[in-house]
């Protein structure tokens, strides 16, 4: 991607590459969407050469021009890389980084996700090398994730247990003599057995903070290793001047070698078993990388063979035995069977298929043979495609993680000043230089920043891997974040509320017959994908009607169709049409008003010879409520979220299906360009908006929504549009979404008051002398895991319907 960025005193001009773009509207929209970013001061996009040029002021960010564009349905090209990060222990870590890489010229954005131990880079063609080596710079190491590694592989590695254990064998008779002390036992090690004890747990097993620290301190920076070498350093140095100094003497001072042995082995335990909890919050992430094939059968030339998965190709022939994985995307061309979809839909019940139904890679075929037709291979798969989506929203932060970032910037250094007003101010004001230097160290030792850093994406990876579960994919944490707000959702009635498969119901002739009728309406539609359209041939098919030729089709968006049929032009389409092109319906209100009320659409069809224009007919058209329409409205109502539809359809029949599903407000015969508009008036009534739709005309609708929810049965536009996707279709999933969204923003909130509670009541009781260098190493390791495992109590969520269980 070729990007121009060229700054004035107040103004930033950025040129940059747009994809997606297929026509006039498309550049309207864009625009739009472009000057509708605060600090924006125009914007022009240039069709022929899918070029945008933006004038802003200089605070404007790259990524928030990029995500507006995202949000209207396009894309900005650009290159992502995907970096494993080593030698991350805290916060501090992630904003140095973050930094770091964002200085990198033709870094556009970069986010560093603690918990995952991975970098998500946007560049303009930035070379791998100069971004690893950034990150060896400031201290860590970096790898270019693999084949498509998930991000969650770092967090997959189970932790080493065996430092740990040692550690603690060699500070256990370094602890004992304080227990033999509680009943009256003089068990003091002689303090060279006390150094010798401590040495190897110092600095062998306690160098990855020495390695660690060092390295912040050449990045000119700090974090959580450097705040425990240093606090350690000091007890283990303060016992060794003690021991020296009174070597042959009679008396001899306490020692704290178990204060700095015993801090090295808090903190280890609590890094270890903040790694196994952090290698539980990717299960689903796992579950899902399960699903995978390594081999599939192909018949090739008749013959069938075991061949490697990255070996099968669009358009072979796939065979899949009863008990088998399916290892592509499909089409059924020979045999049926159930499929379980549990671990991609979330439906627990097995899926009936047959020749001609579309089939998802990673389904286990219950029990018959299928034989299958390749229609996505390897990464564009359904599954790729899903895991794909979890391991990006497990990779950005959440909106609310900016308030974490910027405390953690000066985390370190703020400690570290503490750390010396402690110091000094108790050795001035008591003369008492130990305990000065102890409560010292007891500051830097209890300081967690790394508890911060968990904090948020932790409880996101937890509340994302427990939603894909059910088979809710939720796209990126703003989203997640924004849902548990949400107080209306506005659905898109076909395909949302019903199942957006209409049949022709009635067909009624005006000046022509019935069948008549029926052939020109199959003759209008024959290019067209519309569900109507598909109706309509279904009908003729079924009737034996003749298919006449048409030339000179066209696509009159929010109103219908009009083509050429032996030299006559036909117009099918909604009342508005008929309006539009003058033609009087009054002979055949009466007869769709009938049809209306029934809950059915009316199409009607007129006919323009070099004569005159006239009405011929119309045909009447019935989809099927979903199941779960009405329920999932009534859920809606009871945990007070608003429901509303919008749909194109004429007034009866939107209020017939609006009555049917519980919904009081609609907007009938609203144009694909107007639902937008509808979305932006509900939001100004204030309250978070959420906007549910399938098609590619609820693009724009979806990407004006606080937050878009697109049904995984719909277009791919919807869908890249959208933060979250349904990939069952089903309309009761809106509110475990906003369900899931509550209780994982309820974590985030609670693991960041607990983190800033431990720093905040913490830190003051160090200086103040009421917390001894162990007591404080023992808080900070728990703080971390206490954080990660109050996050992973979000795997224990269900939806409250549909699953049997309570949410």
């Known amino acids: 991607m070729d990007t121009a960025v060229r700054e004035r005193a107040d103004t930033t001009e950025l040129s940059f590459k747009i994809g997606g773009m297929t026509c006039a509207s498309c550049v309207s929209r864009v625009e739009k969407a472009l000057q509708a970013v605060p600090g924006v001061k125009s914007a022009s996009v240039n069709m022929a050469t899918e070029n945008a040029t933006v004038y802003a002021a200089p ?8 995500k507006a564009v995202e949000k209207a349905g396009y894309e900005v090209p650009g290159e992502q890389v995907a970096l494993s990060i080593s030698g991350m222990t805290c916060a501090s870590c992630v904003a140095r980084l973050e930094k770091v890489l964002r200085k990198v010229p033709g870094v556009t954005e970069a986010s560093v996700n603690l918990a995952t131990e991975k970098a998500q880079i946007r560049t303009t063609g930035v070379p791998v090398d100069v971004l690893i080596a950034a990150v060896q710079k400031a201290g860590y190491d970096a790898a270019v994730e693999a084949g498509g590694a998930p991000a969650s592989q770092p967090a997959n590695r189970l932790p080493t247990w065996w430092p740990v254990a040692v550690s603690a ?24 057995l006390q150094l010798l004890l401590a040495t190897p747990v110092q600095f062998w097993l306690g160098a990855r903070f020495y390695k660690a620290g060092w390295k912040a301190l050449r990045a000119k920076s700090g974090n959580m290793d450097l705040l425990v070498a240093l606090g350690t350093s000091a007890a283990y140095g303060l016992s060794v001047y003690l021991l020296i100094k009174d070597a042959g003497h009679q008396g001899m001072h306490h020692l704290y070698f178990e204060s700095s042995a015993v801090v090295i082995t808090l903190i280890l335990l609590g890094k270890w078993m903040e790694a196994r909890a952090k290698h539980q919050t ?4 796992r579950a899902l990388e399960s699903l995978r094939s ?8 008749g013959q069938e063979s075991e061949v490697p998965i990255a070996s099968v190709q669009v358009g072979d022939t796939v065979i899949v035995r009863p008990g088998d994985r399916l290892p592509v995307d499909g089409v059924v061309i020979e045999g049926s069977s159930h499929l379980d979809e549990s671990l991609l839909t979330g439906e627990s019940l097995p899926v009936a298929k047959t020749i001609g139904d579309a089939v998802t890679g990673g389904a286990v075929n219950a029990e018959g043979l ?7 291979v390897g990464g564009a798969t359904m599954l790729s495609h899903i895991i794909k989506l979890v391991e990006e929203a497990q990779a950005v932060k959440a909106p609310i993680q900016r308030l974490v970032d910027k405390v953690s910037a000066v985390f370190v250094p703020v400690v570290l000043f503490i750390s010396l007003v402690t110091f000094f101010g108790w050795g001035l004001l008591t003369g008492d230089w130990q305990q000065a230097l102890l409560n010292a160290v007891a500051v830097q030792v209890i300081a967690c920043p790394c508890a911060l850093g968990l904090a948020t994406p932790t409880s996101i990876m937890a509340g994302t891997g427990a939603a894909a579960r059910y088979g809710i994919l939720i796209k990126d944490a703003e989203a997640l974040e924004t849902a548990h707000a949400v107080t209306t959702v506005a659905f898109d009635k076909t395909g949302t509320l019903t199942e957006g498969k209409p049949a022709v119901v009635g067909i009624e002739g005006a000046a022509r017959s019935d069948s008549e009728v029926l052939e020109l309406a199959r003759a209008v539609q024959q290019y067209s994908d519309h569900p109507l359209a598909k109706a309509v041939e279904v009908a003729a098919v079924s009737r034996a009607v003749v298919l006449r030729p048409a030339s000179a089709a066209k696509a009159l968006p929010g109103r219908g169709v009009q083509a050429d049929v032996d030299g006559a032009t036909v117009f099918l389409g909604n009342k508005r049409l008929m309006e539009e092109i003058g033609v009087p319906v009054t002979q055949m209100e009466n ?8 809950g059915q659409t009316v199409s009607w069809l007129a006919v323009q010879t070099a004569d005159d224009i006239a009405l011929a007919g119309l045909l009447a058209f019935g989809d099927t409520l979903k199941a779960s329409a009405k329920a999932a409205v009534s859920r809606l109502n009871r945990i007070g979220v608003r429901s509303v539809m919008l749909t194109g359809d004429n007034a009866g029949s939107a209020k017939a299906v609006a009555a049917a599903v519980g919904v009081t407000d609609f907007e009938a015969e609203v144009l694909p360009a107007d639902k937008a508009n509808v979305v932006t008036a509900l939001k100004r009534d204030g309250g978070k908006v959420a906007m549910v739709g399938d098609g590619i005309n609820d693009a724009p609708a979806l990407a004006a929504a606080d937050v878009g929810i697109a049904m995984a049965t719909g277009t791919d536009v919807a869908i890249h549009t959208a933060g979250i996707t349904l990939m069952r279709g089903d309309p009761v ?23 800033f509670l431990y720093n905040v009541i913490g830190i003051p009781l160090a200086a103040l002398g009421y917390l001894n260098p162990v007591i404080a190493g023992a808080a900070m390791a728990f703080s971390s895991v206490s954080v990660v495992s109050n996050a992973l109590l979000l795997r224990r969520w269900k939806p409250a319907t549909g699953q049997g269980g309570q949410s």
């Open 591 to 598: 007869a769709a008003k009938a049809h209306e009320d029934a």
């Open 370 to 376: 299928l034989v299958l037709e390749a229609t996505a």
């Open 294 to 301: 390594a081999v599939a059968i192909i018949r090739r030339d």
């Open 59 to 66: 605070t404007v960010s790259f990524e928030a021009i990029s």
């Open 282 to 285: 990717v299960a689903a992430l």
């Open 733 to 755: 999933l809106v509110a475990d979404a906003i369900d899931i969204s509550k209780k994982t923003y309820r974590k985030i909130q609670q693991n960041l008051g607990w983190a």
């Open 169 to 192: 064998l060699l500070s256990a008779p370094l602890v004992a003599p304080m227990f033999g002390m509680l009943f009256g036992r003089d068990w003091m090690l002689s303090g060279w």
